[in-house]
């Protein structure tokens, strides 16, 4: 069945509060994921750390990658 433009837009704002809420909930399992991924990668590594790695420290600490020290992550995994 083709849909016209108007119910296309009509399906779609109908239906935006349920998979805004879907993928909510999709990413913030993904982000609890992510931290223990780069958590294990912190333990087992030292610094310059790959970067993936360093641009989640950077998010974490809210400091620019280049300025993050040993002791920062110290600090961090605890």
Do not use: Y
Request: proline share 6%.
């Amino acid at each position: 069945m083709k849909l016209s433009c108007k119910q296309r837009r009509i399906r779609i704002k109908t239906d935006r509060p349920g998979v805004r809420l879907h993928n909510r909930n999709a990413k913030e399992a993904e982000r609890q994921r992510r931290d223990i991924r780069m958590m294990e990668k912190i333990k087992a590594g030292a610094l310059p750390f790959a970067p993936p790695v360093m641009s989640w420290l950077s998010k974490k600490l809210d400091k620019r990658s280049s300025v993050i020290t040993p002791q920062d992550i110290k600090t961090l995994v605890g």
